[in-house]
């Protein structure tokens, strides 16, 4: 049923330089409705997002907004004066608010020569009508609730690169468009910031909105409908959340799978048949059989998904039994994040680490691998250990490099029990590297690409001590799918930082929880 309000997305195809990248999309978006947008990276969803924002419009055919709802794209949020607060840049959002109370403080000067009492009444009541006396503890609530509340009183230039995100998203959410158009919004907060975005969509807000988002937890909680994004193909649509719409897949998958089995069979069949009866006296049987044949409209093979399982040999590092042990250290760079009295770290562990931001999980991370000195105490390695450090600063792009070139400078295989091995080829297909990808020039990839290749490559070097800094940011649900595989068979220890709840409940058995002042 199509709401007053809606959106008519009609687009035919988007190319760039002459390569089609989304194409034969036609459906209709309810004022109301939660929908994922998912599919692997590259395949579009981010721009389709621009394309129904109206950031792109050189695309075939139109997205036609019935009843002129007002879109909300974080991407739309410019920071037009870097010396303005970021509490005077959320006030920003409310503009009917602020405007009219520039009018009232204006007219409040002149209140006294001119006796105009009654305008100032009607221009009170609605000034609290729209909210005007409660905007500013909405600002602080979303604030707190994004993870921004002791940013407030600093400018704008003074702050990062994942805070101005979350500065983006709050001023977004406080705009409160009929329409919300996410794109990756939990990928710079932490885990607590998630929770309460997640809990806000549910209860507080009253529109609909598009998420692109590999938080599959968060989508879980969120959405009721999912769009998968086939590139060129166009889309296909579920009506359930993330989890059951993954579900409804495999089985449409199996029956698609089991249909072409079955007319495969049946054909077959036909044929031996016909040849049987061809010549003889049973040849107008055969024929007519032939004629009938040839009137089946003929399924196509469905796609086959083999579940990729990794094997391990033993990392060429033998770890010994404890990997790390701390002693009366100090986290921080400059003053003391938190003290550790004692702790060990040993070779068969899987660690999840949480927090909120800005507590020194990354600090801890480079501090075990001895990149930063503790503060004070001892930090002692094994002599064995080879760490694998996944970091947030990301790949280390060579300009004249192909993708197979950058993997084999690292190792030409990587070993797998009894023997066997997998070349840089293979590993780079089995992380979805096609063979035409891994000659493509590394400052070609996309975003999620380098992503995914710096993931790789830490995995191929084969370490026995594995840290995930964020590893699931910018990454697709197949290649989550392909890492969670990869780590519940892997040998050595591992150690992730990561808010993907759905992520950190499948692989790691217990927690360091960061609060401030330890762990």
């Known amino acids: 049923m199509t709401d007053m309000n809606h959106l008519n997305i009609n687009i035919g195809q988007y190319e760039v330089n002459g390569e089609i990248i989304i194409g034969s999309i036609n459906t209709i978006v309810n004022a109301h409705d939660r929908i994922a947008i998912v599919g692997p990276n590259g395949v579009g969803k981010s721009t389709f997002l621009r394309i129904v924002s109206g950031q792109i419009q050189e695309y075939i055919w139109s997205v036609e907004n019935i009843g002129g709802m007002n879109l909300g794209y974080l991407e739309q949020i410019h920071f037009?004066?870097?010396?303005?607060?970021?509490?005077?840049?959320?006030?920003?959002?409310?503009?009917?608010?602020?405007?009219?109370?520039?009018?009232?403080?204006?007219?409040?000067?002149?209140?006294?020569?001119?006796?105009?009492?009654?305008?100032?009444?009607?221009?009170?009541?609605?000034?609290?009508?729209?909210?005007?006396?409660?905007?500013?503890?909405?600002?602080?609530?979303?604030?707190?609730?994004i993870g921004i509340f002791h940013l407030l009183e600093r400018t704008l230039e003074g702050v990062s690169g994942g805070e101005r995100t979350k500065i983006a998203l709050a001023k977004t959410l406080l705009s409160k468009p009929d329409f919300l158009l996410l794109d990756e919004p939990t990928n710079f907060i932490d885990l607590s910031s998630v929770e309460w975005l997640e809990k806000y969509l549910e209860e507080s807000w009253k529109g609909g909105y598009m998420i692109v988002s590999h938080d599959r937890e968060f989508l879980d909680q969120t959405v009721t409908?999912?769009?998968?994004?086939?590139?060129?193909?166009?889309?296909?649509?579920?009506?359930?959340?993330?989890?059951?719409?993954?579900?409804?897949?495999?089985?449409?998958?199996?029956?698609?799978?089991?249909?072409?089995?079955?007319?495969?069979?049946?054909?077959?069949?036909?044929?031996?048949?016909?040849?049987?009866?061809?010549?003889?006296?049973?040849?107008?049987?055969?024929?007519?059989?032939?004629?009938?044949?040839?009137?089946?409209?003929?399924?196509?093979?469905?796609?086959?998904?083999?579940?990729?399982?990794?094997?391990?040999?033993?990392?060429?590092?033998?770890?010994?039994?404890?990997?790390?042990?701390?002693?009366?250290?100090?986290?921080?760079?400059?003053?003391?994040?938190?003290?550790?009295?004692?702790?060990?770290?040993?070779?068969?562990?899987?660690?999840?680490?949480?927090?909120?931001?800005?507590?020194?999980?990354s600090t801890f991370l480079n501090?075990?691998?001895?990149?930063?000195?503790?503060?004070?105490?001892?930090?002692?390695?094994?002599?064995?250990?080879?760490?694998?450090?996944?970091?947030?600063?990301?790949?280390?792009?060579?300009?004249?490099?192909?993708?197979?070139?950058?993997?084999?400078?690292?190792?030409?295989?990587?070993?797998?029990?009894?023997?066997?091995?997998?070349?840089?080829?293979?590993?780079?297909?089995?992380?979805?590297?096609?063979?035409?990808?891994?000659?493509?020039?590394?400052?070609?990839?996309?975003?999620?690409?380098?992503k995914r290749l710096q993931l790789l490559t830490v995995l191929f070097s084969n370490p026995n001590f594995l840290i995930l800094d964020e590893p699931t940011n910018d990454l697709d649900l197949p290649t989550l799918a392909v890492l969670e595989n990869f780590l519940s068979e892997y040998a050595g220890c591992v150690m992730i930082v990561s808010h993907d709840r759905y992520f950190m409940d499948r692989l790691v058995d217990h927690l360091f929880v960061f609060e401030g002042d330890g762990i």
Request: proline share 3%.
């Open 367 to 450: 501090m075990l691998q001895l990149i930063e000195p503790a503060d004070n105490g001892k930090i002692n390695i094994g002599d064995t250990v080879v760490f694998g450090n996944f970091s947030q600063q990301g790949l280390v792009v060579k300009e004249n490099v192909r993708v197979i070139e950058y993997v084999k400078d690292i190792a030409e295989n990587f070993p797998l029990a009894k023997g066997g091995s997998l070349s840089a080829a293979q590993f780079l297909e089995l992380f979805l590297f096609p063979p035409e990808k891994q000659y493509t020039y590394l400052p070609s990839l996309s975003g999620g690409e380098k």
């Open 80 to 145: 037009m004066d870097e010396s303005t607060t970021v509490r005077d840049e959320l006030k920003n959002a409310f503009s009917e608010i602020r405007a009219l109370e520039k009018i009232i403080q204006k007219e409040e000067k002149k209140l006294e020569e001119t006796g105009e009492y009654e305008w100032y009444t009607e221009a009170i009541e609605k000034y609290k009508l729209i909210g005007g006396y409660t905007y500013e503890n909405e600002l602080e609530k979303v604030a707190r609730g």
């Open 225 to 361: 409908k999912v769009i998968e994004i086939t590139g060129p193909s166009g889309i296909e649509i579920f009506v359930w959340n993330y989890s059951d719409s993954v579900r409804e897949k495999q089985h449409m998958r199996a029956v698609k799978e089991k249909d072409y089995e079955n007319q495969q069979a049946l054909l077959e069949s036909e044929k031996e048949l016909i040849n049987r009866f061809r010549a003889g006296s049973r040849a107008g049987f055969a024929k007519s059989r032939e004629k009938a044949l040839d009137k089946i409209e003929i399924l196509e093979k469905p796609e086959t998904l083999t579940e990729i399982k990794f094997i391990f040999e033993t990392p060429k590092e033998k770890a010994p039994e404890t990997l790390i042990r701390m002693e009366e250290a100090f986290i921080g760079r400059v003053d003391p994040l938190f003290f550790i009295r004692e702790a060990t770290l040993n070779a068969w562990e899987r660690i999840g680490i949480v927090g909120e931001n800005g507590v020194g999980k």
